[in-house]
């Protein structure tokens, strides 16, 4: 009763939901697609690849529209930079799908391909935990001397050379509270669509950086604009998809039903926290992903012959996903505790609100 | 136990070990059959 068949295969309906939950918690709170999380555990389910692919795809659609809506009531989203960065977002995609078809042409191993996506996953990584870990400790500086701390601290000095720049038209970012050439943020969006549509992802884990560490937008503002990005380029993906029959609507249905909750508490969770709070959690998305697309990748260069390292990708890839859900739930419980005056870790109260 | 509360490192794994876990469990009762 609570299990019905795909493509062959029968699957357990809470798992979906339970997938959809947390991947929508996760989504909501570092404005990320997920694909990169779900689209295994979806393998891992039982799913066929393509078919993983495009429910994937739906799911992501539905559950940006639902992130979107709620940070446009918190106020995170700046529409001038959204619309701004729509257009070389998708020419951006074009391109890096175009770059893909021609690398295969070639003849450049699919283990290449793999090796940049980790690398770039890799290096994103490293410059937001050790930016981050600087802007931690900033906080915590200035919380000991009494002063009073924002919502949003960086050290990252990397947008105001951008900011500098005088290439007409200048546009005013007014929820942003920052004025830059359009054409930085048409080619910020041209350049993370082409690294995304190279290496067959939604985005969001390097829009995100960009829009902070480039543009300048606070971790909050990039994260609800992102996802206004995410339902342009995965609606558009979602459509394509659907139309190659690579879709089951059963799942889709279901993991929404998980990512409605999910989606909620995630963005309604950022306004708990503190930019560094967010950037932490991202970073961590990124360093599991690239763990765990590792460890896949040693399963299929050791010819599928080690059993136990095929059940720590698939427990990893599970993981991954529970333990971003659980940080980002232990961080509002913290912070609801921290607000009434009760104990808390050393390392959470610069990383809360409490006002 | 105090290292992995109030150090966020420590957090760090201590969560990683409680997710993975509940993974493998889902795994093993859940998910193990579809895979074969």
Redesign the interface.
């Known amino acids: 009763m609570f299990e019905f068949t795909v493509a062959g295969h029968v699957i357990p309906l809470f798992l979906l939901v339970l997938t959809g939950f947390t991947v929508g918690v996760v989504g909501g709170f570092i404005g990320v697609g997920g694909g990169y999380m779900v689209t295994p555990a979806l393998i891992v389910f039982g799913f066929p690849g393509y078919m993983a692919s495009g429910t994937d795809a739906c799911h992501i659609a539905g559950k940006a529209v639902i992130s979107s809506i709620r940070h446009r009531q918190l106020g995170n989203i700046d529409w001038t930079i959204a619309l701004a960065m729509v257009g070389g977002t998708m020419l951006g995609v074009e391109l890096g799908v175009r770059l893909l078809v021609y690398t295969k042409n070639i003849g450049l191993s699919g283990v290449v391909l793999l090796a940049a996506s980790v690398a770039v996953m890799l290096g994103l990584f490293i410059y937001t935990q050790v930016e981050t870990q600087r802007s931690h400790r900033k906080l915590e500086a200035d919380r000991k001397a009494g002063k009073e701390i924002g919502r949003e601290v960086k050290v990252s000095t990397i947008p105001l050379y951008f900011q500098r720049i005088p290439i007409m038209p200048i546009i005013k970012a007014r929820k942003a509270r920052l004025v830059i050439s359009m054409w930085v943020i048409v080619i910020v969006g041209v350049l993370t669509g082409v690294l995304a549509g190279f290496l067959g992802v939604g985005g969001g884990f390097i829009r995100v950086p960009a829009l902070v560490y480039v543009v300048g937008t606070t971790s909050h503002l990039a994260v609800g604009t992102d996802l206004v990005e995410i339902v342009v380029s995965s609606g558009y993906g979602a459509l394509r998809q659907s139309m190659e029959g690579n879709v089951d609507f059963m799942a889709v249905f279901f993991m929404i039903i998980g990512a409605m909750l999910g989606a909620q508490f995630g963005s309604i969770a950022t306004s708990f926290v503190r930019g560094p709070a967010i950037r932490y959690i991202l970073s961590y998305s990124l360093i599991l992903a690239t763990v765990g697309a590792m460890m896949r990748l040693v399963y299929v260069l050791t010819g599928g012959t080690q059993e136990w390292l095929a059940f720590v990708a698939v427990v990893f890839t599970l993981g991954e996903m529970v333990f971003l859900c659980l940080f980002i739930c232990s961080l509002v419980w913290f912070a609801v505790r921290h607000k009434h005056g009760r104990a808390v870790p050393e390392w959470v109260p610069p990383l809360v609100v409490t006002t | 136990m105090r290292w992995f ?4 490192f420590g ?2 794994v201590f ?2 070990v ?3 876990g ?3 469990l ?2 093993i009762y ?2 193990q059959d ?2 074969k």
């Open positions: 509360i109030h150090n966020m957090y760090w969560l990683l409680i997710s993975c509940l993974s493998a889902t795994y859940f998910l579809l895979m």
